[in-house]
DNA sequence: TGCTATCGTTGGGCCACCCAACGGCCCCCC
DNA sequence: GGGGGGCCGTTGGGTGGCCCAACGATAGCA
């Protein structure tokens, strides 16, 4: 290389800046991983969660994937549109919607699940399988400070 | 616990989720402290490698920290503007121009990396230094793979 | 002398993320 | 049984990071 690809930088020694650069690195692989089905990270993040959930309303599907209920209502929509899921009112709670994974959405979550796992694949390519668990496991409790530490049971 | 603050999702399970979920985290605190200095981070970044490269090329500042030429027009513009850096034309060819940090950069610097790095210290604060080094270390590797693999030399 | 490539710049667009507000509805307390 | 606090879905607006396309000016090379 004769040029500078990629400079020394102060920089690169945080955490959160290769952080970014990994989280950046491994949403293009799964983006246009799941672009061939026409799919978004959000949309098949929200599919696999109704799929796991059965029924669930919106909000709650909103905690369970991090994403803000704005957004969760786009969707919701998007995925409705496309038959992926249904969207009927809760007789129970009227306020809510109880949105459950239909046929067709469970096909198209086998498939998106298969390219998201080999984008994912190939994004840890140079790690070992040992290596991958080290790392899903450190990334863990940066994700959430605190919860793993003391054994704890936590939510699921 | 009553409700479901986090819901099992095969998701989670992809180093891509934790990834971005750990990167927004890192994002997001960092960009919280460097906000006291009124820096966002791609100025910080930028600031950075100004202050390690020397008089340097916009362009080749780009490729250092990995941002879009359009950007860092912006990201230049504003740090010029805050009298943080210079941007001569290069006279040895005269479509570069030559950026160089200047004093109140250096110093804005020395704040915003203290503040970086105490952002870094709490995203990793569950982790030991040893810990801290193997997650820096696995994720060089998610980042740039195969380039550390067979022990090359890079480009630095 | 041309051709090609690079540099800085401008323009536009996409996606993830976040906050605020509002009508509708549930539940609990009074 | 009536009222109020709080959650639900929805709409609206805004920001930051990332990427692509184009263009004039310039450098390097055949």
Redesign the pocket.
């Known amino acids: 290389m004769p040029e500078t690809p990629y400079a020394p930088s102060r920089i690169r020694s945080l955490p959160s800046w290769l952080l970014?650069?990994a989280a950046?690195r491994g949403?293009?692989l799964v983006?246009e991983a799941l672009a061939e089905e026409g799919m978004?990270?959000?949309h098949h993040a929200v599919l696999s969660a109704v799929g796991e959930l059965g029924p669930v309303?919106?909000?709650?599907?909103?905690r369970s994937v991090?994403?803000?209920?704005?957004?969760?209502?786009?969707v919701?929509?998007d995925l409705q549109a496309d038959g992926l899921v249904t969207?009927t009112p809760?007789p129970?709670?009227?306020?809510?919607?109880a949105?459950e994974i239909s046929a067709a959405g469970e096909r198209r979550l086998r498939r998106t699940e298969e390219l998201g796992d080999r984008a994912n694949d190939e994004l840890t390519a140079d790690l070992s399988p040992a290596e991958r668990e080290q790392l899903m496991a450190l990334l863990a409790r940066v994700v959430e400070p605190g919860a793993v530490a003391k054994g704890e049971p936590g939510a699921g």
Do not use: C, F, T, Y
Request: hydrophobic share 35%; proline share 3%.
């Open positions: 970014g650069r950046a949403h293009r983006a978004r990270m959000m309303s919106q909000a709650e599907l909103g991090g994403i803000d209920p704005k957004d969760m209502v786009a919701v929509n969207r809760d129970k709670d009227r306020r809510k919607n949105v």
